[in-house]
């Protein structure tokens, strides 16, 4: 029998295979185990992914944690901060150019407000390091570069 799938965010309509007892006994029925367990409509989402490691993270280091899996920002075109593309590495781990959330105020935690997406390599540059040890850097850096 044709059935739509319960997920609102699905809407896919399947072959109903599991006899009309159980049939009647549901009010609910689901094309697959992930829509049954998905209320958001992000599963399986790059942003979903972001959300899940993030919530991860959070859990292993204690950090505050209050991000829904639609509070992720969208996943920009160009970073906002190195202004690189972002493109994630499909076969692999994360390369620099891959998309990575960023706590703008890491002391904050993860909360609606305090996160944005940029690129991998911006946000390893930016991971631990005060404002002060980053300009200490740009000034070496001029330096080294007025003397070549």
């Known amino acids: 029998m044709e059935v ?20 009647k006994r549901s009010v609910s029925h689901y094309c697959s185990r992930s829509c049954q367990n998905t209320t958001h409509g992000m599963s399986g989402n790059k942003r979903h992914l972001i959300w899940e490691g993030a919530k991860k993270r959070a859990k292993q280091n204690g950090v505050i944690f209050e991000l829904s899996p639609t509070d992720i920002p969208e996943i920009p075109d160009v970073c906002p901060v190195l202004e690189i593309p972002i493109k994630a590495n499909d076969k692999a781990g994360p390369i620099d150019s891959s998309p990575s959330l960023d706590r703008i105020h890491p002391e904050l935690g993860y909360i609606v407000g305090n996160v944005r997406i940029i690129s ?16 200490m850097l740009v000034r070496d850096s001029e330096e080294i570069y007025e003397n070549l």
């Not at 991998?120 to 300009?135: G, I, K, M, P, V």
């Open 4 to 23: 739509v799938c319960g997920n609102k965010f699905c809407g896919k309509t399947f072959n109903y295979k599991g006899g009309l007892a159980h049939f």
């Open 120 to 135: 991998n390599r911006a946000n390893r540059l930016r991971a631990d390091a005060t404002l002060e040890e980053l300009r």
